[in-house]
């Protein structure tokens, strides 16, 4: 049991860790490209490739390249069901450092999203599965051959073959979710490549001579081909729609799809009471509006000193309607409106009142 909560802390800092680095990442990044943009270099977006001279890029690449690591690293000592969802803080700390080194404004909006994340990850933490079941390649083997489990994988794979070559076609550049779709459904099997790989390797250390099992390599090309498959549709969907849709659309069907693979595999929901399940999805949930409110309102001007003057606009300016209050109509005044009307064959058109008969 204690090695078993030693293993679940590690995974928790390396997760934790892994969205620090990568979260960094998209800021160094960002910094090298307007410096270079700054000098007059021909921009990556116009062809360009000066950025491989800056060094600024080149730290965000490492950072990159160490955030991904550590997060490879996760999946072998931490649930599938925690690893996957922090790596909603990744985008929590580049809005955070973009907002002090790239002067972008984070507004009301984005500071109760970042808090959301914050909580919905604590949360998350607090009730997630502490206890591992699968601690071997021959564990994880017999994992792999469940029914429950290959039902599930011949869903994904048919699933995707149909998205991809009779739904794409027709209305990947029109419709977001198809694209997304693809992404999130394949992402949940490579998530479960990633896991198995990482308990090799964890064997391999240990002196395990996993390189001879051919489950090892099996997983490896299959996580090669999920990953090719993610990437190239996802720049589909980064290409065509907008980042502030893509992202958190893709976050939220990406974890969910991990998520139920998760416990379709492991069954880690198993071992879970119900607080704990009711926890996890919560804090979950929790981080999903964070993520929206971060990017559904960050080119929105508002801050707390602006909010009494929206309130005073809401109640004295008319900007709720532009309709001032009007009082409802009774039978006095009906009456009265019914004594003016336009007579009838009046060759002028002209307006009078009707005489009424004493």
Known sequence: ???????????????????AFIGSSFILKKKGLLRLASKGSMRAGQGGHAYLKEWLWW???ISMGTGEAANFAAYAFAPATLVT??????????????????????????????????????????????????????AMAEKLRDSGFIVFAVCVVGSSLVL???????FGQKNVLVYILICSVIGSLSVSCVKGLGIGIKELFAGTAVLKEPLFWSLVICLVICISVQINYLNKALDIFNTSIVTPIYY???TTSVM???????KEWLRM????????????LTIILGIFLLHAFKDITFSCDSLPLYLRKGSH???????????LPNHDTQAQDELKLPREGNSKGGWGTHQIAP
């Open 317 to 327: 300016g008319l900007q709720w309607g532009q309709q001032p209050y009007v009082a």
């Open 164 to 170: 991809i070559f009779a739904v794409a076609p027709r």
């Open 59 to 61: 730290a965000g690449l």
């Open 260 to 266: 139920a693979c998760s416990a379709i595999l492991f």
């Open 85 to 138: 969802p922090l790596g909603a803080l990744s985008v929590l700390v580049s809005a955070v450092l973009s907002s002090y080194f790239l002067n972008e404004r984070l507004n009301v909006h984005g500071k109760i999203g970042c808090l959301l994340c914050i909580l919905g990850s604590t949360v998350m933490v607090i009730h997630a599965p502490q206890e591992e079941e699968v601690a071997s390649l021959s």
């Open 252 to 254: 939220v069907f990406f």
């Open 1 to 19: 049991m204690e090695v078993n909560r030693l293993d679940f802390y590690i995974g928790l800092s390396l997760a934790v860790g892994s969205s």
């Open 273 to 284: 009471n119900a607080d704990g399940i009711v926890g996890t999805i919560s804090g979950f």
